[in-house]
Structures are given as C-alpha cells and as structure tokens.
C-alpha cells in the first residue's frame, strides 16, 4: 500500500508529474498526496474519495477539488477536515456559510509587469503587436513591456516607422515560447535540486522559495524520503543532495524588509478618494526584501533545537504591492504604559488581519503575508499595520483589500475578542497562522486588540469631521 501512493505538486519536474498521473490515471497508484496543483486542467480519470485537509483558501477552490471524485456518475466522498485555523473552525460553527454561500468572484492583475511580458511574447506569436491599436487590450503597460521584451531580444520592428505605428514581431528562439510558461507560477528563474548518486532532477524551486528549502546543511523532503543538502551552486542555481537518514529538520533563520513607497506619510490629506473609502488605508507599490542569515537543526518529535548555523546566502528582492494603515504615536505609548510588547502586539494584529481577509476575497496562504517580527532584530519597527502581496509585481489583492479595510480591522477585532485562549502568545483560531515566516514567536494578543481598538478609534474620529 505504501508503493501506491505518492506526493504530488506543482515543483516536480513535468516528467515526474506525468508519470503520477499516468499511475493514478491506470490505477496502479490509489492515492495522492497533492497541493492544489491537481486541482484543475489535468485529467487522472475517476477518482472515489477527495480528503481535503484545512480550507483551501476559497469557495470556488474547494469544489472545485471535490469535484475530482465521482465523475462518470459514480458514487463518491468529499471529506473536509477543519484545522485550527480560524476560517476553518468559523465554517465549522456556520457550515450554512460554507455550503450556501456563492462562488466567489476571481481577480486577475493583468498588470503585473511579469505576467504582461509572458503574455506579450505568446500573443506576438499568434499575431504582431501594435502600441496604437493593442493598448486598449494590455493596459497602460504595453508600451515598456515591448522595449523591455525588445531589449531582451524577444520582439522586432522596422524602426523606420513611427514609434506609434510600429508593428512588433516575434524573433525570440523558441518555437512555441507558451511551452516554457509557467501557469502555476510567475517567476522564470527556477533552482534545480539534484541527487548526487543517481544524478536525476527531483524539483525545481522557484528562486523566490529556494533559500527557505535549500542550502547547504538544508534537509530536504521529497517522495516521502528525507535528503541532506551538500551543497548549493549559486552560479548553476544547482542544490547537490543525497539520501539521509536523519533524526532532525531545518528551519531557516531570516528576516523580511518591506519598503513602501510613501510608507512614512502619517495621516493623508483629506481627498475625495479617502473619503470615498472611508479609511486612511493606504495601497502602495513596495520593496520585498528577504536576508537569511542561518538555520537552526531541530530534533524530530520534540521539536527541541539542539543547533543554530550560519549562513551566507544572498539578499532577495522584488517589487510588489502593498496595504497598510497607520498606528497613532499614542497608541504606542498607551500600549507600552501597560507594560505590553508593542512589536509583538503589531505583529498578532497583522496575523488576525490576514486570517479574516479569506472571508471577502478569494485568498490562499501563498498569496499575501503581513509584516511578521524577528525574534533576535532589534530593529525600528514602522508604527503600522502591512500586509503585502508575496508575488513579484504584486496580484493586486492589496489594492482590493484597501477600500475594505475597516471592515478587515472590525473582523479581526471580532475575532480576537471573541475567542476564548487565555494566553498572551493566542492560538490558531486568533493570531497563530502555519504560514508566518518567524513561526509565530513574538506575538502578543492583548496587546493586538489594543492596537486594533485604537485603530478603529481613530478611523471613526477622522471621518466623523466628514459628517
């Protein structure tokens, strides 16, 4: 039985992939283990049961992966086990929310400048591009996505002609570029990760993930087996492992920066969009900015770390986007006048924020992250609270967010208040979330509600002058 179920997901090499669903598909393989990359376009013939683990994130999502099973009208079983989440345990109180609610509608940033410039070369395969006619369906964008695509010698034109008439044709080396495309991801640059001993691919990491799952020392999870990181080729973006029977895992140490574009202004000037709105929530573009400086190697069950190394890796940055709100001077003073950790308060908020922003737009765990505190920087910490987009040119859910923001910060609110955990840390079902980057140290939930109170306070102060 163990011979017959495998892993599966989106970082596999494509020979791999099809070889699971060649199995699953024959029925030599009865069970996947799998990400939501099998959840649509890709046929593995009839499947008896979906076991889904935790709320994938949106409505649409989950029916969409309990509708792998019971096709060709055979019976079948769906099976939804909550997590500890707060989502999850909100639609196990009100399952009528999660069963007669409508699906949700689906938001696409057609701008995000990767995305524009991949879509760009496929469509100047099928036909030439035009910056006087074709602007009206790429957007503002069009017109520095061509240079860029023209410079990295994908595009050509007969500079002969005006610039605005210019046709642009497809030159680039690829036949047919959609091949090398991802649909699951928008970044290109990819590291491989190699088994020394059968010299065979086993993944391809997304250069943004890379430094999170390899690195020298890093262990490594594939196929159910447990490998050992020798060595990392930055040059080759080549990561060397070999099987280990190992009692312990890693986990990275490392901080993120998120520089924003006019993230030091205090409260705006009073214009009709603020007004529109109704909050002083900003949306900005940003710099990401990741530094890993060590990983620690933790005993297996325990979770005891028994070791902390270094590590000399390099920075990695994008830009994205942004949304975040002010935190008044005062409330910091009035949070730390009762002997609360501000930083720690700031950083459950974030998290409370982000674990309600599911229930009004469509979101996954790998979509946005809010600013999460390293417990060993001593840093300044900006007085506000930021959540951002993790993609490279941003998804444009933090410029959805911005005009809901009030409401995000009354449900997380709600949410804090409501739950019944007594300690200052919280729990899964308030501030703890599986995808914070610092593992969920330095939170405080009292001082969050505090925070977010003060915050919502002083929203209705600055638009009460409007009334």
Excluded at 1 to 14: E, F, H, K, L, T
Excluded at 65 to 94: C, H, N, T, W
Excluded at 437 to 466: G, P, Q, T, W
Aim: glycine share 6%.
């Amino acid at each position: 039985m163990v011979n017959s179920i495998c892993a599966y997901r989106a970082g596999y090499i494509a020979e791999d992939r099809r070889t699971i669903e060649s199995g699953f598909f024959s029925g030599t393989i009865c069970g996947v283990a799998a990400t939501n990359a099998l959840e649509l376009g890709i046929d593995v013939g009839h499947v008896d049961v979906t076991l889904h683990l935790g709320f994938p994130g949106s409505i649409a999502s989950l029916w969409q992966q309990a509708g792998r099973s019971g096709r060709r009208e055979k019976p079948s079983l769906a099976i939804y086990v909550a997590f500890e989440g707060p989502l999850d345990q909100y639609f196990m109180k009100f399952p009528q929310k999660l069963f007669k609610s409508p699906i949700e509608c689906c938001h696409v940033s057609a701008q995000n400048k990767k995305v524009l410039e991949q879509h760009l070369v496929c469509a100047a395969v099928e036909h030439p591009l035009s910056l006087l006619y074709d602007g009206k369906y790429f957007g503002p964008g069009l017109e520095n996505a061509v240079m860029t695509l023209k410079n990295r010698g994908y595009l050509t034109a007969d500079v002969s002609c005006d610039p605005s008439a210019r046709i642009w044709r497809y030159i680039g080396n690829e036949k047919i570029p959609s091949h090398n495309i991802s649909i699951r991801a928008i970044e290109t640059e990819k590291y491989k990760l190699i088994d020394q001993k059968t010299h065979q691919v086993l993944e391809e990491i997304e250069e943004g993930r890379a430094f999170f799952q390899v690195y020298d020392g890093a262990v490594y999870m594939h196929q159910g087996k447990t490998y050992l990181v020798n060595e990392l080729d930055l040059s080759s973006k080549i990561a060397f492992c070999q099987v280990a029977d190992l009692k312990y895992y890693t986990k990275t140490r490392d901080y993120t920066d998120v520089h924003v574009i006019g993230g030091a202004i205090a409260y705006p000037a009073r214009i009709s969009n603020i007004k529109i709105s109704r909050t002083t929530a900003q949306a900005n573009n940003c710099k990401v900015t990741t530094t890993w400086f060590g990983f620690f190697r933790v005993w297996r069950g325990s979770n005891q770390i028994f070791d902390a190394v270094d590590l000399l890796l390099p920075e990695y940055s994008y830009e994205s986007q942004a949304v975040w709100i002010r935190v008044p001077q005062s409330v910091k003073e009035a949070v730390e006048m009762k002997k609360l950790p501000f930083r720690a308060g700031l950083h459950a908020a974030g998290h409370a924020i982000l674990n309600v922003v599911p229930i009004y737009i469509i979101c996954n765990l790998s979509d946005l992250a809010s600013e999460c505190v390293n417990p060993h920087d001593t840093r300044y910490v900006p007085e506000r609270i930021l959540l951002y987009d993790q993609h490279p040119g941003g998804t444009g859910m933090s410029a959805q967010i911005q005009p809901l923001f009030t409401e995000l910060l009354t449900a997380a609110l709600e949410l804090l208040t409501s739950c019944c955990c007594r300690v200052d840390t919280g729990c899964p079902n308030c501030v703890q979330s599986l995808a914070c980057s610092e593992y969920n140290e330095v939170l405080h939930k009292e001082a969050a509600i505090m925070i977010i109170k003060a915050v919502l306070d002083a929203e209705k102060s600055y638009f009460s002058e409007f009334s």
